[in-house]
């Protein structure tokens, strides 16, 4: 006797970030509604974060089974105090994630009989205890890249970086020097030190956060399949061969895009928000005139002095451009901000500042013309589907590559000279105001809103049926649905 096959079952289990949960859950949405039955393994500080109260997750996995989506969420803790600062304490956090896995096991095993059998699980990069927990389920391993290809390709080949002497690093030193990188796989772009992730960027390897991610990195080669958030169309078809070793690697990206565009009003759309989105922005936002208004957020995690907050403050005022800024309430190191005295009462109107925005919907807004970013990959790859052009202020990890792509190779954004020169210089108020009259006023940001415009085209293209996007994405669906029916036979 054959049974009837049940849907296939994929476990999404991201890094507790920001950065990470957005694009994972946008992914686990697609795998929804291509008929997957889905898991969502949040920590429990992650979930009481997006769901507010303990019952959301439970309300929003039944409107989206009414809507014939099959997603459940399950939480575990993360074994930190609650008032530890996570991501702004990196180091800890990642060797907190890392003892997750035997936990995990057990959720899932405690679990089991609320779900048809597990078919893979889809693990955010940096997640190295999905590697123990694939192991100990006798399970595929898909390792689903949160970066751009190329990023992707320097992380997982970090020891061959090693190997070959372009780590350590002077980064003032690699700064002046042309020692570019071209051993990589992928027929990447040459690469210069300085675009490798500032885990990488250290003078002494002993350093124990090299030590992390590097461990971190190379975990991510012990796939069994290899997803990427990003399109073929932006690196090239070659580039994400670079991340295979004998497995497939697929770009499936923009993620987002396909429930964005599809979005009605009675779609069921799943908060992953850390901080409460300031709706009101978008009446305000119509106010404006088309492509006139500054979009400025530096993301969920990089910090900035307080000094280097007033310039830009006094910066944005010199440029008299319309403005929307995201002011974390995190992001002066931790501080409360206090912006130059008399600043808000002289924006009046022309300026916006908000805690945490509905970012998709600004860059969509016919009024935003661009953005001033810190080029993390979320924020990057979602300007360029919304053909938003941007001005780059890297700060962290791989935004130092995204920026420079955004800069020379897709010719879609601008940067400031000072950070070229001496990436901690202080940006003055006068360079602020000349690089965004430049983006908001000058031919050259009319040139860079033309090439953007052609990159959201390819990205459109990309995630409808028929485009490359979409295509891979149905071989990895296909492959686990063939995966799924032989556990039946
Ligand atoms: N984001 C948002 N509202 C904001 C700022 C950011 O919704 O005010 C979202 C943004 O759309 C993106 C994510 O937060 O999906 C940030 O990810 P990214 O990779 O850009 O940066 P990170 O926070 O990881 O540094």
Known sequence: MTSIPRPPHAVVVPFPSQGHVNPLMHFAKLLAARGFFVTFINTDWMEQRIFKTPNDSAAVSNQLQEQGLQIRFLALPDGLPPDHGRVQAIYEYFQATQKLGPAMVRLLQSTANEAPPITCIVSSCFMSCTHQLATSLVLPRVVFWTFCTSAAIVFANCRMLLEKGYIPINVKEARRAENLITCLPGMIPPLRQTDLPT??????????????????????????????????????????????????????????????????????????????????????????????????????????????????????????????????????????????????????????????????????????????THNGWNSTLESISLGVPMIGWPLWAEQFLNGRFCKEIWRIGMDFESRVEDENALVSREEVEKVVRAMMEGPQGKELRKNVARLKEAATKAVMPGGSSYRNLDKFTSDMTARANSQFE
């Open 199 to 372: 885990a990488f960027r250290v003078e002494d390897t002993a350093d124990s956060t090299f030590q992390l991610m590097m461990y971190e990195s190379e975990i991510q080669n012990k796939a069994d399949y290899v997803l990427i958030n990003a399109f073929e169309e932006l690196e090239g078809p070659e580039a994400a061969e670079g991340l295979s070793k004998g497995y497939p690697a697929l770009p499936i990206g923009p993620v987002f895009l396909p429930d964005f565009l599809q979005a009605t009003k009675s779609s069921v759309s799943v908060a992953t928000s850390l901080w409460e989105e300031d709706l009101d922005c978008l009446q305000w936002l119509q106010t404006k005139a088309p492509s006139s208004v500054l979009y400025v957020s530096f993301g969920s995690i990089v910090v900035m002095s307080m000094e280097q907050l007033h310039e830009l403050a006094l910066g944005l005022e010199a440029s008299e451009q319309p403005f929307l800024w995201v002011l974390r309430p995190d992001i002066s190191e931790g501080k409360a901000t206090v912006l130059p005295e008399g600043f808000r009462e002289r924006i009046g109107e022309r300026g916006r500042i908000v805690q945490w925005a509905p970012q998709l919907k600004v860059l969509s807004h016919p009024s935003v013309g661009g953005f001033l």
